[in-house]
């Protein structure tokens, strides 16, 4: 859970197992999502998988924004 000044910013739940770590839940602030952008990360970086755990197909790129005051 992420905190400041006693206000929730967001939630994450994740299972560890050995070396890795799933992240099963994500709750925080999106502010924007890039639909297929990871076809043209993919071709940037060839070893980045098109296919993750479980089958479930690698495309949408989503960029979180937690702003903080000065």
Do not use: Q, W
Not at 12 to 37: C, F, H, M, Q, W
């Amino acid at each position: 859970m992420a905190i400041k000044n006693k206000k929730y910013l967001g939630l994450i739940t994740y299972k560890i197992r050995k070396k890795d770590v799933e992240i099963i839940t994500l709750n925080s602030i999106i502010k924007t999502v890039y639909p297929n952008a990871m076809s043209f990360s993919i071709k940037l970086k060839p070893e980045i998988p098109e296919i993750g755990n479980c089958g479930i197909p690698i495309r949408d790129e989503i960029e979180l924004e937690f702003k903080m005051k000065h």
